[in-house]
């Protein structure tokens, strides 16, 4: 966890935004080619999975990586924002309601999203940061067993 944070000062990106409207801004310039998301493209590209779009407008919470043909979505979520079931992270200490109900928002948003492309037919699938640093390979290996080139 404090391994994180401190990765996220590294990143001057501020780990706890301290008003709404920093919050807001924050949302709208959604991360895209984070580290974890330039890792899985590299392990993709490694795989011969090319041909993917990238956050493409129009699918419901544009998906970070999406192999349109097959219909198959890739989110790569931030640990922190999107409170990673494996990480649980903690709660800032100051104003923990704002944020408990913040990430609440968060969490609903992407199972909204979720729900809304798998009506659409596309399969979804959640990377999440801790797993892309793990074993980006095996996450590699997972989005290629849902493309039907699990081989
Ligand atoms: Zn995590």
Not at 21 to 29: E, F, K, L
Not at 48 to 68: A, I, N
Not at 94 to 102: I, L, N, P
Request: proline share 6%.
């Amino acid at each position: 966890m404090s391994q994180r944070q401190a990765t996220y000062l590294r990143d001057g990106r501020a780990p706890l935004p301290k008003h709404e409207v920093t919050s807001r801004v924050m949302q709208a310039n959604r991360g895209k080619d984070t580290a974890p998301e330039l890792a899985l493209r590299k392990a993709l590209r490694a795989r011969g999975l090319t041909g993917y779009r990238l956050q493409p407008k129009g699918l419901p919470g544009r998906p970070d990586v999406t192999f349109v043909l097959s219909r198959v979505a890739i989110f790569v979520h931030g640990c922190y924002w999107h409170r990673c079931p494996h990480c649980r992270l903690p709660l800032p200490k100051t104003h923990s309601a704002f944020w408990r109900d913040k990430f609440e928002q968060n969490k609903e948003r992407d199972r909204r999203d979720r729900q809304l492309l798998e009506k659409a037919g596309w399969r979804v699938l959640t990377l999440w940061e801790c797993e892309l640093d793990d074993d980006v390979g095996l996450a590699a290996e997972r989005v290629a067993a849902l493309l039907g080139n699990g081989g």
